[in-house]
Protein backbone atom coordinates (compact mmCIF):
# COMPACT_ATOMS: atom_id res chain seq x y z
CA UNK A 1 0.00 0.00 0.00
CA UNK A 2 2.59 2.45 0.43
CA UNK A 3 4.24 1.92 -2.42
CA UNK A 4 1.43 1.86 -5.01
CA UNK A 5 -1.23 3.54 -2.50
CA UNK A 6 0.61 6.57 -1.32
CA UNK A 7 -2.77 8.78 -1.67
CA UNK A 8 -4.64 7.00 1.04
CA UNK A 9 -2.15 5.96 3.61
CA UNK A 10 -2.40 9.43 5.21
CA UNK A 11 -6.07 8.48 5.45
CA UNK A 12 -5.10 5.37 6.61
CA UNK A 13 -2.91 6.89 9.49
CA UNK A 14 -5.93 9.16 10.43
CA UNK A 15 -8.68 6.18 10.27
CA UNK A 16 -6.27 4.09 12.37
CA UNK A 17 -5.44 7.38 15.19
CA UNK A 18 -9.40 7.97 14.83
CA UNK A 19 -10.31 4.07 16.31
CA UNK A 20 -7.56 4.68 18.85
CA UNK A 21 -9.90 7.50 20.01
CA UNK A 22 -13.09 5.56 19.77
CA UNK A 23 -11.79 2.24 21.54
CA UNK A 24 -8.75 3.48 23.68
CA UNK A 25 -6.47 1.65 21.58
CA UNK A 26 -4.79 1.19 17.59
CA UNK A 27 -7.01 -1.50 15.95
CA UNK A 28 -6.66 -5.62 15.92
CA UNK A 29 -8.81 -6.72 13.32
CA UNK A 30 -11.56 -4.79 12.40
CA UNK A 31 -15.01 -6.09 10.36
CA UNK A 32 -17.64 -3.76 9.45
CA UNK A 33 -16.57 -0.86 11.78
CA UNK A 34 -16.12 -3.04 15.08
CA UNK A 35 -13.29 -4.28 16.55
CA UNK A 36 -13.06 -8.51 16.80
CA UNK A 37 -9.59 -8.53 18.68
CA UNK A 38 -9.37 -12.22 16.48
CA UNK A 39 -5.68 -11.67 16.12
CA UNK A 40 -2.74 -12.43 18.26
CA UNK A 41 -0.17 -9.48 19.02
CA UNK A 42 -0.64 -5.37 17.93
CA UNK A 43 -1.02 -6.06 14.07
CA UNK A 44 -2.99 -2.00 13.86
CA UNK A 45 0.34 -0.80 15.69
CA UNK A 46 2.65 -2.18 13.26
CA UNK A 47 1.12 -0.69 10.29
CA UNK A 48 0.67 2.55 12.11
CA UNK A 49 4.03 2.97 13.01
CA UNK A 50 5.25 2.05 9.08
CA UNK A 51 3.33 4.47 7.89
CA UNK A 52 4.75 6.75 10.25
CA UNK A 53 8.36 6.35 9.19
CA UNK A 54 7.30 6.54 5.99
CA UNK A 55 5.91 10.03 6.34
CA UNK A 56 2.43 8.84 6.43
CA UNK A 57 1.57 10.98 9.32
CA UNK A 58 -1.66 12.90 8.74
CA UNK A 59 -0.87 15.71 10.77
CA UNK A 60 -0.68 14.18 14.09
CA UNK A 61 1.34 15.84 16.33
CA UNK A 62 4.61 13.47 18.00
CA UNK A 63 2.50 13.31 21.19
CA UNK A 64 -0.46 11.87 20.09
CA UNK A 65 1.21 9.36 17.53
CA UNK A 66 3.49 8.35 20.15
CA UNK A 67 0.64 8.07 22.83
CA UNK A 68 -1.49 5.99 20.38
CA UNK A 69 1.74 3.60 20.00
CA UNK A 70 2.07 3.71 23.64
CA UNK A 71 -1.24 3.25 25.43
CA UNK A 72 -2.19 0.32 22.66
CA UNK A 73 1.27 -1.64 23.56
CA UNK A 74 0.00 -0.97 27.65
CA UNK A 75 -3.79 -2.32 27.15
CA UNK A 76 -3.69 -4.71 30.18
CA UNK A 77 -6.09 -7.41 27.82
CA UNK A 78 -5.07 -10.04 25.49
CA UNK A 79 -2.19 -11.06 27.64
CA UNK A 80 -0.70 -8.00 27.59
CA UNK A 81 -1.31 -7.70 31.69
CA UNK A 82 0.91 -11.18 31.99
CA UNK A 83 3.71 -9.89 29.69
CA UNK A 84 3.97 -6.57 31.60
CA UNK A 85 3.89 -8.96 34.97
CA UNK A 86 5.99 -11.47 34.07
CA UNK A 87 8.23 -10.28 30.97
CA UNK A 88 6.28 -13.17 29.15
CA UNK A 89 3.34 -14.60 28.83
CA UNK A 90 3.26 -17.84 31.12
CA UNK A 91 1.77 -20.90 29.30
CA UNK A 92 0.22 -21.93 32.47
CA UNK A 93 -1.74 -18.96 32.17
CA UNK A 94 -2.52 -18.11 28.59
CA UNK A 95 -3.45 -20.36 25.88
CA UNK A 96 -0.74 -20.02 22.58
CA UNK A 97 1.60 -17.73 24.99
CA UNK A 98 4.26 -18.03 22.78
CA UNK A 99 2.75 -16.70 19.59
CA UNK A 100 0.88 -14.10 21.35
CA UNK A 101 4.03 -12.85 23.04
CA UNK A 102 6.43 -12.87 20.00
CA UNK A 103 3.59 -11.02 18.16
CA UNK A 104 3.82 -8.23 20.69
CA UNK A 105 7.17 -8.02 20.56
CA UNK A 106 7.39 -7.85 16.75
CA UNK A 107 5.13 -4.83 17.97
CA UNK A 108 7.28 -3.49 20.12
CA UNK A 109 10.37 -3.14 17.73
CA UNK A 110 7.95 -1.34 15.02
CA UNK A 111 6.85 1.18 18.05
CA UNK A 112 10.60 1.72 18.55
CA UNK A 113 11.56 2.29 15.23
CA UNK A 114 9.18 4.96 14.96
CA UNK A 115 9.93 6.24 18.60
CA UNK A 116 13.41 6.49 17.45
CA UNK A 117 12.07 8.35 13.96
CA UNK A 118 9.88 10.71 15.67
CA UNK A 119 13.09 11.53 17.75
CA UNK A 120 11.91 10.36 21.19
CA UNK A 121 14.99 7.87 22.39
CA UNK A 122 13.57 7.65 25.75
CA UNK A 123 10.60 5.60 24.49
CA UNK A 124 12.62 4.21 21.37
CA UNK A 125 15.12 2.43 24.52
CA UNK A 126 12.24 1.39 26.56
CA UNK A 127 10.37 -0.89 23.66
CA UNK A 128 13.21 -2.04 21.70
CA UNK A 129 14.40 -3.60 25.34
CA UNK A 130 11.07 -5.26 25.76
CA UNK A 131 10.88 -6.67 22.19
CA UNK A 132 13.17 -8.76 23.20
CA UNK A 133 11.43 -10.74 25.34
CA UNK A 134 10.91 -13.74 23.12
CA UNK A 135 14.11 -14.30 24.61
CA UNK A 136 12.34 -15.92 27.15
CA UNK A 137 10.94 -18.81 25.52
CA UNK A 138 14.46 -19.98 23.93
CA UNK A 139 15.65 -23.52 24.34
CA UNK A 140 19.39 -23.04 23.76
CA UNK A 141 19.60 -26.86 24.00
CA UNK A 142 16.44 -28.37 21.15
CA UNK A 143 16.88 -24.59 19.63
CA UNK A 144 13.67 -23.92 19.56
CA UNK A 145 10.99 -21.18 21.05
CA UNK A 146 9.17 -23.47 23.73
CA UNK A 147 6.27 -21.99 26.06
CA UNK A 148 7.47 -21.52 29.82
CA UNK A 149 5.55 -21.34 32.91
CA UNK A 150 5.26 -19.05 35.83
CA UNK A 151 8.29 -21.15 37.76
CA UNK A 152 10.55 -20.96 34.48
CA UNK A 153 10.21 -24.20 33.37
CA UNK A 154 9.17 -25.39 29.63
CA UNK A 155 6.16 -26.77 29.17
CA UNK A 156 5.68 -30.84 28.47
CA UNK A 157 5.61 -32.44 25.80
CA UNK A 158 7.76 -30.87 22.99
CA UNK A 159 7.28 -31.59 19.48
CA UNK A 160 8.25 -29.31 16.53
CA UNK A 161 5.85 -30.66 14.37
CA UNK A 162 2.48 -30.55 16.33
CA UNK A 163 0.11 -27.97 16.49
CA UNK A 164 -4.03 -27.85 18.37
CA UNK A 165 -5.05 -24.59 19.27
CA UNK A 166 -6.35 -26.46 22.46
CA UNK A 167 -3.00 -27.21 24.06
CA UNK A 168 -0.34 -25.47 21.55
CA UNK A 169 1.78 -22.65 22.65
CA UNK A 170 1.46 -21.24 18.98
CA UNK A 171 -1.25 -20.25 16.82
CA UNK A 172 -1.77 -21.54 13.49
CA UNK A 173 2.25 -23.02 13.44
CA UNK A 174 4.23 -25.13 14.68
CA UNK A 175 7.69 -24.97 17.06
CA UNK A 176 9.27 -24.68 13.45
CA UNK A 177 7.78 -22.13 12.06
CA UNK A 178 7.66 -20.18 15.40
CA UNK A 179 11.64 -19.63 15.80
CA UNK A 180 11.72 -17.33 12.96
CA UNK A 181 8.96 -14.33 13.82
CA UNK A 182 11.72 -12.71 15.16
CA UNK A 183 12.07 -9.75 12.06
CA UNK A 184 12.47 -6.72 14.69
CA UNK A 185 15.78 -8.56 16.43
CA UNK A 186 17.31 -10.53 13.51
CA UNK A 187 20.73 -10.08 15.14
CA UNK A 188 18.93 -10.95 18.07
CA UNK A 189 18.12 -14.26 17.01
CA UNK A 190 21.41 -14.92 15.38
CA UNK A 191 23.32 -14.19 19.29
CA UNK A 192 20.81 -17.18 20.63
CA UNK A 193 22.30 -19.55 18.13
CA UNK A 194 25.68 -18.84 18.85
CA UNK A 195 26.65 -18.08 15.31
CA UNK A 196 25.52 -17.31 12.02
CA UNK A 197 26.36 -20.69 10.50
CA UNK A 198 24.57 -22.12 13.43
CA UNK A 199 21.49 -20.48 12.68
CA UNK A 200 21.61 -20.98 8.53
CA UNK A 201 21.94 -24.48 9.19
CA UNK A 202 18.91 -24.28 11.62
CA UNK A 203 16.94 -22.36 8.58
CA UNK A 204 18.05 -25.19 6.05
CA UNK A 205 16.52 -27.51 8.39
CA UNK A 206 12.83 -25.64 8.21
CA UNK A 207 13.14 -26.46 5.12
CA UNK A 208 13.87 -30.66 5.56
CA UNK A 209 11.91 -31.34 8.45
CA UNK A 210 9.15 -33.74 7.88
CA UNK A 211 6.05 -31.59 5.96
CA UNK A 212 3.20 -32.81 7.80
CA UNK A 213 1.78 -31.59 10.82
CA UNK A 214 1.02 -33.49 13.70
CA UNK A 215 -1.84 -33.30 16.27
CA UNK A 216 -6.31 -33.43 16.32
CA UNK A 217 -7.68 -29.99 15.45
CA UNK A 218 -4.52 -28.69 13.95
CA UNK A 219 -5.47 -25.29 12.11
CA UNK A 220 -5.85 -25.93 8.31
CA UNK A 221 -4.18 -22.73 7.75
CA UNK A 222 -1.03 -24.25 8.16
CA UNK A 223 -0.74 -25.20 4.45
CA UNK A 224 1.56 -24.63 1.79
CA UNK A 225 4.19 -26.47 2.92
CA UNK A 226 7.84 -27.14 2.21
CA UNK A 227 9.34 -29.32 5.19
CA UNK A 228 8.07 -27.03 7.79
CA UNK A 229 8.11 -23.70 6.06
CA UNK A 230 4.63 -22.71 5.67
CA UNK A 231 3.41 -20.42 2.60
CA UNK A 232 0.00 -20.56 3.13
CA UNK A 233 -0.36 -18.21 6.31
CA UNK A 234 1.53 -15.76 7.45
CA UNK A 235 3.77 -15.86 10.38
CA UNK A 236 6.68 -17.38 8.06
CA UNK A 237 5.79 -15.10 5.05
CA UNK A 238 8.79 -12.98 6.04
CA UNK A 239 11.16 -16.33 7.01
CA UNK A 240 12.69 -17.00 3.23
CA UNK A 241 14.23 -13.61 3.15
CA UNK A 242 16.39 -14.26 6.36
CA UNK A 243 18.86 -16.18 3.91
CA UNK A 244 19.18 -12.56 2.44
CA UNK A 245 19.85 -11.12 5.69
CA UNK A 246 22.15 -13.73 6.91
CA UNK A 247 24.56 -13.32 3.90
CA UNK A 248 23.18 -16.30 1.25
CA UNK A 249 20.88 -14.51 -1.32
CA UNK A 250 20.99 -17.41 -3.54
CA UNK A 251 19.50 -19.45 -0.87
CA UNK A 252 16.82 -17.05 -0.66
CA UNK A 253 16.52 -17.18 -4.40
CA UNK A 254 16.12 -20.65 -4.24
CA UNK A 255 13.05 -20.82 -1.71
CA UNK A 256 11.26 -17.90 -3.50
CA UNK A 257 11.28 -19.29 -6.53
CA UNK A 258 10.46 -22.53 -5.64
CA UNK A 259 7.09 -20.89 -4.10
CA UNK A 260 6.66 -19.17 -7.34
CA UNK A 261 6.31 -22.41 -8.72
CA UNK A 262 4.91 -24.66 -6.56
CA UNK A 263 2.54 -22.42 -4.32
CA UNK A 264 0.79 -20.08 -6.79
CA UNK A 265 -1.68 -20.63 -9.88
CA UNK A 266 -4.06 -19.19 -12.26
CA UNK A 267 -6.90 -21.62 -10.68
CA UNK A 268 -10.19 -21.81 -8.27
CA UNK A 269 -7.39 -23.26 -5.73
CA UNK A 270 -4.60 -21.19 -6.62
CA UNK A 271 -3.27 -20.37 -3.59
CA UNK A 272 -1.21 -22.53 -0.80
CA UNK A 273 -3.71 -20.94 1.93
CA UNK A 274 -5.38 -18.36 4.06
CA UNK A 275 -5.83 -15.31 1.75
CA UNK A 276 -6.46 -12.94 4.51
CA UNK A 277 -7.38 -9.99 3.19
CA UNK A 278 -4.76 -10.02 -0.16
CA UNK A 279 -1.50 -10.80 2.09
CA UNK A 280 -0.88 -13.63 -0.40
CA UNK A 281 -1.15 -12.29 -3.01
CA UNK A 282 1.08 -9.10 -1.84
CA UNK A 283 3.27 -11.50 -0.70
CA UNK A 284 3.73 -12.69 -4.64
CA UNK A 285 3.24 -9.39 -6.20
CA UNK A 286 5.77 -7.35 -3.99
CA UNK A 287 8.72 -10.35 -3.70
CA UNK A 288 8.22 -10.55 -7.50
CA UNK A 289 9.62 -6.93 -7.72
CA UNK A 290 13.01 -8.57 -6.39
CA UNK A 291 12.62 -7.33 -2.81
CA UNK A 292 10.55 -7.31 0.76
CA UNK A 293 10.23 -5.51 3.41
CA UNK A 294 11.06 -7.74 6.35
CA UNK A 295 11.80 -5.66 9.71
CA UNK A 296 8.54 -3.60 11.20
CA UNK A 297 8.74 0.22 10.70
CA UNK A 298 12.17 -0.06 9.20
CA UNK A 299 11.62 1.01 5.75
CA UNK A 300 14.29 -0.91 3.64
CA UNK A 301 13.43 -3.91 1.21
CA UNK A 302 15.85 -7.05 1.14
CA UNK A 303 16.71 -8.41 -2.22
CA UNK A 304 15.23 -11.97 -3.00
CA UNK A 305 14.02 -13.28 -6.31
CA UNK A 306 13.15 -10.97 -9.17
CA UNK A 307 10.19 -12.45 -11.07
CA UNK A 308 9.99 -10.74 -14.21
CA UNK A 309 11.72 -8.71 -17.09
CA UNK A 310 10.59 -5.99 -16.25
CA UNK A 311 8.22 -4.47 -14.10
CA UNK A 312 6.90 -0.68 -13.81
CA UNK A 313 5.39 0.48 -10.36
CA UNK A 314 3.57 3.82 -10.32
CA UNK A 315 5.35 5.49 -7.23
CA UNK A 316 4.70 8.82 -5.74
CA UNK A 317 7.17 10.27 -7.82
CA UNK A 318 6.58 9.00 -10.90
CA UNK A 319 7.48 5.53 -12.71
CA UNK A 320 9.76 2.95 -10.95
CA UNK A 321 10.73 0.67 -13.56
CA UNK A 322 12.90 -2.68 -12.15
CA UNK A 323 14.19 -4.67 -14.68
CA UNK A 324 16.22 -8.39 -14.19
CA UNK A 325 19.01 -8.74 -17.51
CA UNK A 326 19.32 -12.20 -18.55
CA UNK A 327 16.82 -13.91 -16.01
CA UNK A 328 15.65 -17.32 -16.49
CA UNK A 329 15.38 -20.44 -14.57
CA UNK A 330 18.98 -21.26 -14.85
CA UNK A 331 19.86 -17.29 -14.20
CA UNK A 332 18.00 -16.96 -11.37
CA UNK A 333 20.80 -15.45 -9.20
CA UNK A 334 21.22 -11.24 -8.55
CA UNK A 335 24.80 -11.02 -9.89
CA UNK A 336 24.83 -7.18 -9.45
CA UNK A 337 22.29 -4.18 -8.84
CA UNK A 338 22.18 -0.36 -10.41
CA UNK A 339 20.15 1.84 -9.04
CA UNK A 340 19.78 4.98 -11.80
CA UNK A 341 22.46 3.47 -13.54
CA UNK A 342 25.04 3.17 -11.12
CA UNK A 343 26.97 0.16 -9.27
CA UNK A 344 24.80 -0.31 -5.78
CA UNK A 345 25.99 -2.69 -3.55
CA UNK A 346 23.54 -2.84 -0.59
CA UNK A 347 21.41 -5.96 -0.43
CA UNK A 348 18.81 -3.85 0.03
CA UNK A 349 17.03 -0.92 -1.41
CA UNK A 350 15.40 1.63 0.69
CA UNK A 351 11.56 3.30 0.84
CA UNK A 352 12.88 6.54 0.07
CA UNK A 353 14.57 5.49 -3.57
CA UNK A 354 12.06 3.47 -4.62
CA UNK A 355 9.32 6.38 -4.06
CA UNK A 356 11.04 9.03 -6.05
CA UNK A 357 11.08 6.86 -9.12
CA UNK A 358 13.50 6.03 -11.06
CA UNK A 359 15.39 2.35 -12.33
CA UNK A 360 16.52 -0.32 -10.35
CA UNK A 361 18.04 -3.14 -12.80
CA UNK A 362 19.24 -6.41 -11.38
CA UNK A 363 21.69 -8.49 -13.58
CA UNK A 364 21.10 -11.96 -13.14
CA UNK A 365 23.02 -14.88 -13.48
CA UNK A 366 24.29 -18.61 -12.81
Known amino acids: MTLIHADRCNDITAT???IYKEQGDLPVWHLMGNETDCMVGNPGLVAFADNIVKGFQAGLTKEQMIEAMTKTATMPDRGQDLRMEYGFIPADLYRESVANDMEYAVADGALANAAAFLGDEATAAVYRERSHSYRHFWDPELQFMRGRKVDGSFTEPFDPIYSRHETSDYTEGTGWQYIWLVPQDVQGLQDLFGSREAMLTKLDGLFEAPDHIEGENASPDISGLIGQYAHGNEPGHHTLYLYSMLGEPDKAADR????YKEMYFNDVEGLAGNEDVGQMSAWYVLSSF?????????????????NFEKVVVKVAGGDFTITAKGLSEENRYIRGVK????PYDLPYIEYKDIVKGGTLEFIMGK
Open 256 to 259: IRQV
Open 16 to 18: FYN
Open 290 to 306: GFYQVEPACPRFWFGAP
Open 339 to 342: LNGE
